[in-house]
């Protein structure tokens, strides 16, 4: 079985740019999550979705960030316009959702604005 | 909501010795409480949880304690190895219906040999 995948592993931005990350949850996965990891702030959460829903929008990142799920195994996080502190891991993660049961993640994409 | 708190952020051992790591959270409707580890360059991936119906599970080196009453659990690795140096992340599952969970900051293990 696939795990969650994510790409790309690594992308390099210019401050003001426009970037999208994707990622592929485990496949029959309905919880769809998308968090920022830095060495600070350690795992954020940005988005959640439930079967495609949006269930949360983490409130401090509505300005730049728009995490979208057009289909149950594709989603996507835009950040435009890009700000060097936003560098950073990106990760997604996913599960069953049907219960508490394990989490699951990307390989994450580092995200580097200069 | 949740809130998650862990501590130490930084943990250094020697090798042999055992290592802890406390977390405490808020709402008392949480019912399952996940450990990742993150090795450098690498994702979190799972390596022990507890449930609420319970207060002490092992896997080999790794136990894990829930006190309920205290909003509290925690990691104890036991016979470190060089091999256990990553970061630790503690989590809670809250309520039904909800795949999500509320992490920790993580804590850095750093066993020397």
């Known amino acids: 079985d696939a795990g969650v995948t994510q790409t790309p592993r690594h992308e390099v931005a210019e401050k003001g740019q426009t970037i999208i990350l994707k990622c592929e949850p485990v496949?029959?996965?309905?919880?769809l999550f998308w968090y920022r990891q830095t060495k600070i702030q350690g795992l954020e959460l940005l988005s959640y979705?439930?079967?495609?829903?949006?269930?949360?929008d983490g409130g401090a990142f509505k300005d730049r960030f728009k995490a979208e799920m057009l289909n149950s195994s594709f989603s996507t996080l835009k950040i435009q316009p890009t700000e060097p502190k936003d560098s950073a891991v990106y990760l997604c993660?996913?599960?069953?959702?049907?219960?508490?049961?394990?989490?699951?993640f990307g390989s994450g994409t580092r995200l580097t604005v200069l | 909501g949740e809130q998650v708190e862990q501590l130490p952020s930084i943990l250094r051992v020697q090798e042999r010795s055992s290592a802890s790591i406390n977390c405490t959270y808020e709402?008392?409707?949480?019912?399952?409480f996940p450990w990742y580890k993150q090795e450098p360059g690498e994702n979190p991936k799972l390596i022990i949880d507890?449930?609420?119906?319970?207060e002490r599970k092992q896997i080999q080196g790794l136990i894990v304690l829930l006190d309920k009453k205290a909003k509290r659990f925690s990691l104890h690795i036991t016979d470190t190895q060089p091999a256990d140096s990553a970061m630790y992340f503690c989590?809670?599952?809250?309520?039904?219906?909800?795949?999500?969970?509320?992490f920790g900051h993580g804590t850095i293990l750093r066993v020397h040999p």
């Open positions: 993660a996913s599960t069953t959702g049907t219960s508490a049961e394990t989490l699951y």
């Open positions: 496949s029959g996965h309905n919880d």
């Open positions: 979705f439930r079967s495609k829903s949006l269930m949360e």
């Open positions: 709402n008392s409707a949480s019912n399952y």
């Open positions: 507890i449930r609420s119906n319970m």
């Open positions: 989590a809670a599952h809250t309520g039904a219906n909800t795949g999500k969970l509320t």
